[in-house]
């Protein structure tokens, strides 16, 4: 096995994976994609493994997502270097890959990115995803940084409490009149597992997590699920009476005063702590967005360590 790893193969490899095929890859490289082909194939025969699934997508086996963070890193840098040198030029923009979870997105997290200085010329490209499995994105190198529930450092990572996002159990009125939670008999919490329920995804386990602390002996909330993927028409079907979900404290408040939501076990409440992940890298632009990220927290989200 050689151990050099070319510049050029490195740079088509990244290409590749960002592009998802090799003629999308060849044109953005402005080669042909028999070179694309060619560059990718002498990587792999320096590297001993297959670094890409010729598939379409285009994907990275787990040798190849070392290569993308490697990549991923140099280019980074290299910018960083120019824009110091004087070297960029004066339409030059910096792509920013950030994973972050659909709540935040839709309450605290744009006005953090408002904040960072537009001389950096930052683009951001936003990859939502549960907040659960953010961390991911980070070990196989398609993001820089992330919002993520995990305190434990991906490999290459620093970590950065954020704070805490509350969620609140609410309903619109007409649906807590007929599913009653201060029903005689039993706990709220078989209340809440008997009637419809707006969930997220498939990934989504606040309402079935809320649930069991009410309700131990209940697997979680009812099987009536409806599915809603954006956190604001998630929102929107809770107040339409489809079913009862946890909603982001910043966006049942106003909901709550306006009589549109109530509470449906008043004094109960579900924190998710957030951190924020990022490489290990010494870059304006990334430690600009790191600290506009944790001053719009700080601003945001519930301080101190999570509710056990």
Known sequence: MMTELPLDQVRTLLAVVDEGTFDAAAAV???TPSAVSQRVK???QRTGSVLVTRTKPVLPTGPGEVVVRFARRLARLERDARAELGMSGPEETTRLPIAVNSDSLATWFLPALARV????????ELRREDQDHTAALLRDGRVMAAVTSSPEAVTGCSVRRLGRMRYLPVASPSFAARWPTDRPGGPPGDALADAPVIVFDRHDDLQDAFVR???PGRRGAGAARHFVPTSEGFVDAVAA?????????????????AGRLVALVPGRTTDVPLFWQQWRLESPGLTAVADAVAAAAAGALAPG????
């Open 213 to 215: 602390t009410l309700a």
């Open 241 to 257: 009476g489809m079913g009862w979900g946890m909603v982001p404290e910043e966006q049942a408040a106003p909901l709550l005063r």
């Open 305 to 308: 360590p999570p509710d056990g």
């Open 117 to 124: 200085p537009a001389e950096l010329r930052l683009c951001y």
């Open 42 to 44: 002498a990587l792999e």
């Open 29 to 31: 490289l402005h080669v």
